[in-house]
C-alpha cells in the first residue's frame, strides 16, 4: 500500500507538471504574457495579419505590448523587432526586403543619388479608433551613435511602382503599404540601421535587416 501511494503520487506530480506546461493551472499573469509572445511571432512571420484581428484584438494587443518590457521581451527571437507599435500605430518592416538605388524617377523628376538611395518598404495600421495622418519625417534611419538619416522627401515623391509615404491618412484596421526612401552613403548596409517609427503617443524601433 505504501508503494501504490508513492506510484500514486508521482502521477500526481507529473499530471500538474503537465497541466502546467499546457497553461492549466499556472497563473493568470504566465499565461496572458505566453499568449503576448505566441501572437508577437504570429505576426511576424505572417506578413498583413494584423489587419485581420477582430478591433477588440488589435486594441488588446496594443495594450500588452505596452505593458510588457518589449525590448527585453522581443530580443529573445532573433529578427522579432520588425513588428510594434508607436503609440497607436503598427509598424512592420518587411526585413530583406530593401532596395538599393544609385538614381529614381523618370525624365521629368530624375534625381541622381549622392550614395544610394534606399527603398524601405512597411506595413502600417491604426490600432486607434480614429483616422491617422502619416507622413515621411515621422521615419528615420538610426546607426551606431545615434547617427540619424532623415528621409529624402524628393526622392520619394519621384517613386515609381511604389506608393511612397508623403502624407497619408490611414482609417483604423486597414493596411497601408508603402515605402519611405532614404539616401545613405556609399558602404552602409541595411543590417547597421534601425528604422525608428515616432509619433506623438509613441516610438517603435524597427529591424529592415
Known sequence: MRYRGVILGLWVGVLAGCGTAFGVGAPPQHNAKQQFE????????HKGA????SRAKQMHLMQEYIRYDKRALLAKYHGAEDV?????????TDTHTVQ?????GGSG?????????????????DAGNAS???????FA???RGAVTYSPSLSADSALTGVTGITENSINPGVDFHGAVVFEMPVGMKPSQVRLRVQTPRG???LHIN
Do not use: C
Open 38 to 45: 505566441a501572437q508577437v511571432r504570429y505576426l511576424k512571420h
Open 50 to 53: 494584423f489587419s485581420k484581428l
Open 84 to 92: 510594434g507599435f508607436a503609440g497607436s500605430l503598427f509598424v512592420q
Open 100 to 104: 538599393e538605388y544609385e538614381a529614381v
Open 109 to 125: 523628376d530624375y534625381q541622381q543619388a549622392n550614395g544610394s538611395f534606399w527603398v524601405v518598404p512597411v506595413i502600417l495600421n
Open 132 to 138: 491617422m495622418t502619416v507622413n515621411a519625417n515621422m
Open 141 to 143: 534611419l538610426v546607426g
Open 203 to 205: 516610438r517603435a524601433l
